[in-house]
Structure formats: structure tokens, C-alpha cells
């Protein structure tokens, strides 16, 4: 089949079909496909951005970018359809958080290779499978101007909590989203029934940082999540005590909600389980990294992305909240560390921690 041909119905049935099989053979997990139309909710994300919630996260109030949200055609001319894709990651085990304050809490989505790489290449090979039968595509992992919660909720794929992420009522929120632009008039999926949060608020509650301004709108300013990835400069001071030991994203939200309990397997269906420095890496050995070191270390990993100088100062707030004074003499040194990021983030620590009760 060249671009020049068109399918029957039927045949975009079975291309479709052939296509889900494709998809199930990456590891796929599920696959939902919506007209490429914008999201309904595009005007409460608007609303969103005029209130400032993202914060320094730029790129997703840029003109040209908002553009795109609303025409997918800007991105893709001609485009017809957006199928989504899942990809499953959540363990069903923890780092006991209580057994050794002077370990640092990973968000367990970076505990192996980068997700947009993995699910990047996938969404790679399916592309170019659309492509030799005669599609035009774009694919994406994250990066796109793309909503794809809502895109993904509105093919089917799942409802939306509280705690504004996607939920699948089999398995919960623990899966990344990706997506294909394609050209063709793919047969659409009908949505089943969905349940929703109905009267619970447990994330709202457990949220340490309390970043919800209400049910479903988050102040990404506030989220852990932003303040320990996405923040390049220094972290609000007020914010620092209640970040706790997080060094690299947070799960909380997800690990309190009821709709999780399905997600049972021990280990991540992505990455199995990795050991303890992965999990929950020694905080003192981490702000011992020089560059080579830190570079070594997260080889592979999304942590790469934040540098040193991110990665070290979160490390510095989570030793400043650890009460040890074990962080004492590693902080004084990180006082004098090249980068003023770091050092700020250690003499804050150090006065945390002579601020204790001897
Ligand atoms: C920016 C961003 C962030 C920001 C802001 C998060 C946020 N809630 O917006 C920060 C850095 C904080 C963040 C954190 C996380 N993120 Co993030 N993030 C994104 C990104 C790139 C854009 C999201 C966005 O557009 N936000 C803007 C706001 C306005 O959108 P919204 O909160 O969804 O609001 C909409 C709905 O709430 C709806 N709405 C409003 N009112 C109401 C009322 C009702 C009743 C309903 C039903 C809906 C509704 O309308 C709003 C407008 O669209 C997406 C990828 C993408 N391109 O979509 C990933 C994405 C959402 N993130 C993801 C993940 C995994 C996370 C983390 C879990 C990572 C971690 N462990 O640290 C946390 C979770 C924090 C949280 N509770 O959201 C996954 C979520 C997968 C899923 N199952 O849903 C995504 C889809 C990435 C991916 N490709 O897999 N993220
Ligand atoms: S990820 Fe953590 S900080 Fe962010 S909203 Fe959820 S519980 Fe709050
Ligand atoms: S914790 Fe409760 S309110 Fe929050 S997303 Fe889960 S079900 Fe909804």
C-alpha cells in the first residue's frame, strides 16, 4: 500500500487490528484511538496557564505551542486521528521510608532507562510500521503540545482522578501515555462506562506540600515533582521542610489512592526491582559526586537530566530535613562546592540542622 492508495472501512479495521498486535508485541500495554480534535478541556488549561500553575515551565504557555493544542493540524497537516498508547511501570513494593532517614526517596517512574527513550523507540518502530502501510505520522512521549490525560481519557483509556492523573479502573494511575499523529481515518474506540473518585479526597490530604488548589487543579509550583525536576533555581524556602526526603519526583499521590490496589505486582512490569541504590540512594554518597561521578552513576537514567547542580541541591534540602547531624561535615564541604546552587541549598541544611534541639 502507497500513501497515494485509500482503505476501505474494512481494511483500516484490520489495519487497525494488525497495528494493535504490533503494539502488543512491544510491550504495549493497551491502545485507544480519538479524532484529532482538541480536548474539551482546552480552555480550562488555558485558565491554568493564566494563573501562573506551571510555574517556570515555559514551554507550555508558548503561542506557537498553544497553537498547536488547538489545531493538531499545525503540527501534522491533514492528520486524523491520535492513537494513544499505555505503558505500565508501577511496582507493588516500596523502600520502607522509616528505615534509614539518610537515604533519599526516588520516585519509582526513574528507576531505570529514561521512559521517553524506552517508550520513544517503541512508538519509533510503530511509526515507521504505519508509515510502510501508507500513513503520515508524528509521534511523541511527553514533549508534544499535546493533553494527553485528557486525550487519552476521552479515547477511553481511563478517567481522571482528583490527583489530575489518568486512572484505569484495572490498574490504576502506574503507566506513562504516548502518542501517534496519523492520516488515517482509523475506526474510533468506543468508550466504556467509567467510574470516578466518587467521594474520596485521599490525595488531596496526603499531598505534603498541599498543591491542590482544588479536586482535579494542581499548582505544579508546589508539586514535589516540579520543585525537585522541573525547578532550575533555587526552591522556595517554605517549600524545603515539607519535601522531606524526596530527592527525584513524587509518588504519594498515586501510593494513597485506593484505585492502585490493582496494580499488585511486586515488582515494575519496566524495569523488575532494581537494588536499594537505585531506589533509595545514600544521601551522603550522592553529595559526594563530583561530575565524572554523577555522570557515571546515572548513565541511562532520567536523573541524567536534572545535572549535578539539581540533583545535589535536592540532596542538600533532603539531608537538611534528616534531623542527623552525620550530614553535618559532608554539608560543610558542599558549602564550598563550585556551583552556588549547591552551596546555598547546603548552608541552608546546615542551619536547619543547628537549628535542632541538641
Ligand atoms: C507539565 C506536566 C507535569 C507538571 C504539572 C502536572 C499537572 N498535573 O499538570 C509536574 C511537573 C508537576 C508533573 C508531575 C507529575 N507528572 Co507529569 N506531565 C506534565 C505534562 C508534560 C503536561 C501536563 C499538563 O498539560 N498539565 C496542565 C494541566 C492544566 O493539566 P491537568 O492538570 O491535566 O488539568 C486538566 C484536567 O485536570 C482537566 N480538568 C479540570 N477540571 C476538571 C474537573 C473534572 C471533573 C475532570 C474530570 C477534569 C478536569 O482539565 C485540565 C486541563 O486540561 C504531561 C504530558 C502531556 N503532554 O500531557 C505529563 C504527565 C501528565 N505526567 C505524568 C506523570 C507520571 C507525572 C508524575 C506522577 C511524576 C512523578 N512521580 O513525579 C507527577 C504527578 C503529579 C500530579 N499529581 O499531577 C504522566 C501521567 C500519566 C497518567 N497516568 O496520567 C504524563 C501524562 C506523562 C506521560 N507521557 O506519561 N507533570
Ligand atoms: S506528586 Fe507529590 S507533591 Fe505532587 S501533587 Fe502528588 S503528592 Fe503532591
Ligand atoms: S486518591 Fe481518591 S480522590 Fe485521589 S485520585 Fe485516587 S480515588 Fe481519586
Not at 524545603?240 to 484505585?259: H, K
Request: with cysteine; net charge negative.
Amino acid at each position: 500500500m502507497t500513501s497515494s492508495q485509500t482503505y476501505s472501512p474494512q481494511q483500516l479495521i484490520e489495519l487497525k487490528q494488525a497495528l494493535r498486535e504490533e503494539a502488543a508485541q512491544l510491550g504495549l500495554h493497551q491502545l485507544a484511538i480519538t479524532t484529532a480534535t482538541p480536548a474539551d478541556s482546552l480552555a480550562a488549561y488555558e485558565h491554568w496557564i493564566e494563573q501562573g500553575y506551571h510555574g517556570e515551565m515555559g514551554y507550555l504557555a508558548r503561542p506557537d505551542r498553544l497553537d498547536r493544542r488547538r489545531d493538531l493540524n499545525v503540527i501534522l497537516p491533514g492528520v486524523q486521528r491520535l492513537i494513544i498508547f499505555t505503558l505500565p511501570y508501577w511496582p507493588g513494593t516500596f523502600p520502607d521510608e522509616q528505615q534509614d532517614p539518610m537515604r533519599g526517596a526516588i520516585s519509582c517512574y526513574a528507576w531505570g532507562r529514561d521512559y521517553h527513550k524506552i517508550l520513544g523507540k517503541k512508538l519509533k518502530t510503530l511509526s515507521r510500521w504505519l508509515e510502510e502501510h501508507g500513513d503520515t505520522t508524528r509521534w511523541y512521549v511527553d514533549t508534544g503540545a499535546i493533553q494527553e490525560r485528557d486525550l487519552a481519557e476521552r479515547a477511553g483509556l481511563g478517567f481522571t482522578g482528583k490527583h489530575t492523573l489518568l486512572i484505569q479502573p484495572q490498574y490504576g494511575s502506574g503507566f506513562f501515555l504516548g502518542e501517534i499523529l496519523s492520516s488515517l481515518p482509523f475506526p474510533l474506540d468506543t468508550p466504556s462506562h467509567m467510574p470516578s473518585c466518587g467521594t474520596c479526597s485521599r490525595c488531596l490530604t496526603a499531598c505534603p506540600t498541599d498543591a491542590f488548589v482544588a479536586p482535579y487543579i494542581l499548582d505544579a509550583r508546589k508539586c514535589i515533582s516540579y520543585l525537585t525536576i522541573e525547578l532550575k533555581g533555587s526552591i522556595p524556602v517554605e517549600l524545603r521542610p515539607l519535601i522531606g526526603n524526596r530527592i527525584y519526583g513524587c509518588d504519594v499521590c498515586q501510593q494513597v489512592c485506593p484505585w492502585m490496589r490493582f496494580a499488585d505486582a511486586d515488582e515494575s512490569p519496566l524495569w523488575g526491582s532494581p537494588p536499594e541504590e537505585v531506589t533509595a540512594p545514600k544521601l551522603i554518597e550522592l553529595l559526594e559526586l563530583d561530575e565524572e561521578g554523577f555522570q557515571r552513576r546515572f548513565e541511562g537514567s532520567p536523573i541524567r537530566r536534572l545535572k549535578r547542580g539539581r540533583l545535589l541541591r535536592n540532596v542538600a534540602v533532603a539531608l537538611g530535613n534528616t534531623g542527623s547531624t552525620e550530614a553535618i561535615e559532608p554539608l560543610n564541604q558542599a558549602c564550598e562546592d563550585d556551583d552556588p546552587l549547591v552551596r546555598e541549598h547546603a548552608q541552608w541544611a546546615l542551619t536547619q540542622l543547628q537549628a535542632q534541639p541538641a
